[in-house]
Each structure stands twice: as C-alpha cells, then as structure tokens.
C-alpha cells in the first residue's frame, strides 16, 4: 500500500511541476503588446527617443509589456491619433501638444510666440503648466506620460524676411489653431499641411512659408524647396506621449511602474536630446546650402509684439487656469 501512495505521490508531484512549467510558459507567451502611432520620420529625435522608451519598457517590465512603434503617421494621421488613443483603438501614441488647441485652450500655450524662447524658459513653462494638461487630459480619459520639446521654431522661406511686411501674403504652412492665428497677424494665408506633406506643398504652391523647427527642416529636406532659414526662435514647443488611462490601469502593478520609470527617463532623456538636435540640425540646413541668419533688433521687436497680443488673447479665453500658470511662470 505504501508502494502505491508512493507512485501516486510522485504522479502527482510530476503533474504539478508539468503544469507549473506549462503556466510559467503561458505567462512568457501572454506578454500585453501595444501599437503607438507617431506621425514623426525615424531620423527625428522624438522617434528615436519613443523607441527608446519601448525598449526601456520591455526591459523594466521583463518582457510583460512590448510596445511597437508606428512611425511617420504610418498607423494613423497626426490628427486622428488623439481621438485613436481616446476611443481605445491604440492605447498609447505621440502628438504634438498644440494641435489639441480646439480642444481645449490650455494646449494652445504650448506655441504662443516669443513667451519662451530658450530651453530653460520653455522648462519653467512647462513646470507651470503640467498639472493644468495632466487634468485636461484626464477628462478624457488620457494620462500623459512625458513631453519632450523641439528645437526653437525659425522661419523658412524663398526669399529672405527681413521684415514682417515680407510676409504679407505668402500661404504660411499651418499645424495648429495658434500658427493659425499668427498667421493672420502676420498677414498671411494660413494652410493646413502635415509634416509628411511640406515637400510636396511647397513643390505644388500650396505654401510659400512655414515657422518649425530645424528638425522638420532637415528631415522634409528643407533646401530642395527654399533657401531661406531665418533664426527667430519663436517658440519651444512639445511633443507628448499619452496613454489610455483604462488600458494603462489593466496593466500589472510591476508593469505600471516600469512604464512610469521608462516615461521620466525619457523626458529628461528628450530635453537633453531637443537641445543637441538644435545645434546639429541647424548646421545641416547651412551644409546644405540654406542661408541661416539671425533676426534683427526691428524684425525681433515686431514679431515680440504679436507674441504680447497673442498671450493676452490667450490668458482671456483661458481664463483662471491661464492667470495661475503665468504667474507660477513669471514667479520661478
């Protein structure tokens, strides 16, 4: 009889450690997978540091959680990938803040011309304005996970702008409500065009001008349409990531950790990376034959005063959210 419970010891035994094996072989297998649409090309700092971060994911979190990344708006166009990650089609993806400006006016801060126009002072508006984006963001059921800047944002056109009456009457490239409206200052038709499209619109007439950063420039191969970039360093604006709180809460406890720890290296990571990006990137637009120059006293004076106008415009239809983050701003 002893022989027997024996056998049926070790059976069971067997069983059990076959069966551990099995689940712990499930577990590797059933790894969560996400898609994370980025309308931005792979030679773009944002992109390489996104990927970065995925792989710093699956690194933290051991492989539980893999995440794929989409790029040069290969999954979804940039203006669709907030509403993407809001209906749960993807639970994670990269945008620019500003193009939220419709959606909400606290995201039309990130691009108001000549409020910050240095890193450190793009930090300090950022520090200020975090709490009031995370809260907007979370009415929507969204969770920001980093932001990252790009470089300052210059002036790209044919022909040289020494003055703002240059500008008068060109087809200004657009990419959120705010360009949009400093394009009407400036006196300029404002024309919607993606990142993916400014070659082609600027090859078809569609636009004549555009403010982004060297960046955009080198990677639409800036010198094949124009031969101006006037260094005005409008604005700083930024990138985010943001995830599908739901999805983000389904997640293990270890695997939310993991994300959130890949996420602060990131963004300390991207900021780091945005301020080489603008020494390396502005040298290629030179190497490649684009006359960069500076702005003078006039021209940086006038252009200073539609960024008064537009902050202003800004901090009323704001209202309380925007005289807290100013003051925060105008008191660090």
Do not use: C
Not at 1 to 22: D, E, G, Q, S, Y
Not at 137 to 145: E, Q, R
């Amino acid at each position: 009889m002893n022989k027997f419970v024996k056998i049926a010891a070790t059976a069971t035994t067997a069983l059990l450690t076959t069966t551990a094996i099995l689940m712990g072989s499930s577990a590797v297998f059933a790894a969560t997978k996400w898609d994370m649409p980025t309308p931005y090309a792979d030679g773009i700092h944002h992109t390489k540091n996104v990927r970065q971060f995925a792989e710093d994911v699956k690194k933290l979190s051991k492989g539980e959680l893999e995440i794929k990344v989409h790029s040069g708006a290969s999954l979804f166009k940039h203006g669709e990938i907030h509403r993407a990650i809001r209906t749960g089609q993807v639970p994670v993806g990269e945008l620019f803040m500003a193009i939220l400006g419709n959606h909400d006016e606290i995201f039309k801060l990130d691009n108001i011309p000549f409020l910050a126009t240095d890193f450190a002072s793009a930090k300090k508006l950022w520090d200020s304005s975090r709490p009031a984006v995370e809260k907007s963001l979370a009415k929507d059921g969204l969770k920001l996970l980093f932001a990252v800047p790009w470089p300052p944002q210059g002036i790209y056109s044919k022909k040289p702008v020494e003055a703002i009456d240059d500008l008068a009457g060109l087809k200004m490239r657009s990419y959120s409500p705010t360009l949009s409206r400093l394009s009407v200052l400036l006196k300029a038709t404002p024309t919607t065009v993606q990142t993916p499209e400014i070659p082609q619109a600027f090859s078809t007439g569609i636009i004549d001008t555009m403010i982004t950063s060297p960046s955009t420039g080198v990677s639409s191969q800036a010198w094949d349409y124009v031969s101006q970039y006037n260094d005005v360093q409008a604005w700083i604006p930024k990138n985010m990531v943001i995830v599908h709180n739901r999805s983000f809460k389904r997640l293990p406890k270890t695997v939310q950790t993991a994300v959130l720890t890949a996420a602060a290296e990131a963004e300390k990571r991207g900021w780091e990376m945005a301020e080489k990006e603008t020494n390396i990137k502005t040298e290629a637009l030179a190497k490649n034959g684009i006359n960069v120059t500076k702005p003078d006293a006039k021209l940086q004076a006038d252009l200073a005063k539609l960024g008064e106008i537009m902050t202003k415009e800004w901090a009323k239809a704001a209202g309380d959210r925007a005289k807290q983050i100013l003051e925060a701003y105008n008191n660090k």
